[in-house]
């Protein structure tokens, strides 16, 4: 395959750690929370249980035959994670109403003051649209994703935002990635996929034949779009599936 002139390279985002970012770290949060249910945890505490809690935490998102059964699943999930942070933060912590607790902090993390872009996304992403690049989200975050990325003002940058509530899949299934080739109108090889996966999922994303950049390597956002258009091979129409 050979690129195609003029043909702009389809992107597929992840979400969380690519594109945006928490507002405020995740242990001052959860106690700001938590103060106003009565508990006073050291955040530094919190945080450190939070991230060995999700560690090891399984898999979510694919739990139920439907979107609405699934988005409850991805709640239920969530709210374990949360009792076990603070279990494992002080195991004589207890919750006067954990559930509505629990409401309020996954609350929290809908709205969109509690996430900012990451430096440069927006101008890398306003650079793409420009160069007439087709983008899409693929992310493994739950349900709540689409109404961040609209209140942070990038949601219309793409065609479609494929999570596993929505899809039933996870990454890197790459069933995922072909619902993604449908919405950005290219074949797998000619797509990039962007994000900051583990290397074990990046490697499965790569094995289906997209052109895959860790995001964490070669500096910032701003540099993407050359990153993109090096690795980009978009094949000749007689060549597309």
């Not at 390279?9 to 995740?26: K, M, N, Q, S, Y």
């Not at 509690?114 to 087709?134: F, I, K, S, V």
């Amino acid at each position: 395959m050979s690129p195609t002139p003029g043909v702009a390279p389809a992107v597929c985002f992840d979400a969380t750690g690519t594109l945006i970012e928490t507002a405020r770290p995740i242990g001052e949060t959860y106690r700001r929370v938590a103060l106003d249910h009565g508990i006073d945890l050291p955040a530094w505490r919190i945080e450190d249980a939070f991230r060995r809690i999700l560690a090891h935490a399984p898999p979510r998102g694919t739990e139920g035959e439907t979107p609405a059964e699934r988005r409850r699943a991805e709640t239920r999930w969530w709210f374990e994670r949360i009792r076990q942070t603070f279990q494992a933060t002080d195991s004589t912590v207890r919750f006067e109403d954990f559930e509505g607790f629990a409401t309020a902090l996954f609350e929290t993390y809908r709205s969109p003051r509690a996430w900012r872009l990451r430096a440069g996304a927006r101008e890398m992403l306003c650079r793409l649209e420009g160069l007439e690049c087709p983008m899409a989200i693929v992310s493994n975050f739950d349900h709540r994703l689409p109404d961040i990325l609209q209140g942070l003002g990038i949601l219309d940058f793409f065609r479609t935002v494929l999570i596993p509530s929505s899809t039933g899949f996870r990454k890197p299934d790459h069933r995922l990635f072909e619902v993604a080739a449908g919405a950005l109108e290219r074949p797998l090889a000619s797509i990039v996929y962007v994000g900051d996966d583990e290397a074990s999922v990046l490697e499965n994303i790569a094995g289906h034949g997209l052109r895959v950049i860790d995001v964490r390597e070669g500096g910032g956002l701003e540099g993407l779009p050359d990153r993109i258009a090096r690795l980009a091979i978009v094949p000749e129409p007689s060549e597309r599936s």
